[in-house]
């Protein structure tokens, strides 16, 4: 089966540290994607990659990081500087970036909880 | 900047009445459209998308999205809504030119039965 894998779906982290989230996708898709959503605010972009080794800030990407070495993976970590980091955050992949006909694909999701 | 617009927070129906959500966007230049629902517990999936040609376009499960440039908009409608409907339902925009695709803040759908 095709599509997008996020693990794990619930996280828990102390204050202070550092968290990975992992994304893999098997659609052969160039571009992907990650996204923070919150009750009300919709899904804002953390990062995004074209192509792998490169990689974007998105529009709330501070306290975040994430690297592209493989093309089927795009993992995040949530850094101790981001201030409010429990939310929920979506993975994506789309066949290329930008241009016509570039429909994301979104994974399940992982649900992160500081404590 | 790119934005979008959904002007309703929350909906709330009965079964088979017409529903009729709106998104308005803030771009000049070409751009792509989405519509993505999101039920309980599931994944974020396409409803439906524009990207050229007939500004009506038709998705799954009976929904169906107008593209009207002139307004900037691309409201989402469905003639007679089901129990099933309730979700969350975003918009989303982004440029041919651009990348990602910028999300409006949703539209949360409520159905009684």
């Known amino acids: 089966d095709g599509g997008i894998t996020q693990s794990p779906k619930y996280l828990f982290r102390k204050e202070g540290q550092n968290v990975t989230l992992s994304c893999e996708q098997n659609?052969?898709?160039?571009?992907m994607y990650w996204y923070r959503q919150d009750p009300g605010q919709g899904l804002r972009l953390i990062y995004y990659?074209?192509?792998?080794?490169?990689?974007q800030k998105g529009d709330i990407a501070e306290g975040y990081s994430v690297s592209r070495e493989k093309k089927e993976s795009f993992p995040l970590t949530v850094t101790s500087a981001q201030k409010n980091p429990t939310a929920f955050y979506l993975c994506?992949?789309?066949?290329?970036?930008?241009?016509?006909?570039?429909?994301?694909?979104f994974g399940p999701g992982t649900r992160l909880t500081v404590l | 900047a790119q934005s979008v617009s959904q002007h309703n927070h929350h909906v709330i129906l009965s079964e088979a009445a017409s529903l009729e959500l709106g998104c308005n966007y803030s771009?000049?230049?070409?751009?792509?459209l989405f519509w993505y629902v999101q039920y309980p517990g599931q994944h974020l999936q396409l409803l439906l998308k524009?990207?050229?040609?007939?500004?009506l376009v038709k998705g799954i499960k009976g929904f169906e999205a107008e593209f009207i440039k002139s307004k900037f908009s691309f409201n989402l409608r469905k003639p007679s809504v089901q129990w099933s409907d309730t979700a969350e339902y975003f918009c989303?925009?982004?440029?041919?030119?651009?990348?990602?695709?910028?999300f409006g803040k949703g539209t949360t759908l409520s159905v009684s039965s």
């Open positions: 994506a992949s789309s066949l290329l970036a930008g241009g016509h006909d570039n429909e994301q694909f």
């Open positions: 659609l052969n898709h160039d571009a």
């Open positions: 990659s074209q192509i792998v080794n490169d990689f």
């Open positions: 771009y000049g230049g070409t751009v792509n």
């Open positions: 524009y990207f050229s040609g007939d500004p």
């Open positions: 989303a925009v982004n440029a041919w030119a651009g990348t990602a695709l910028i």
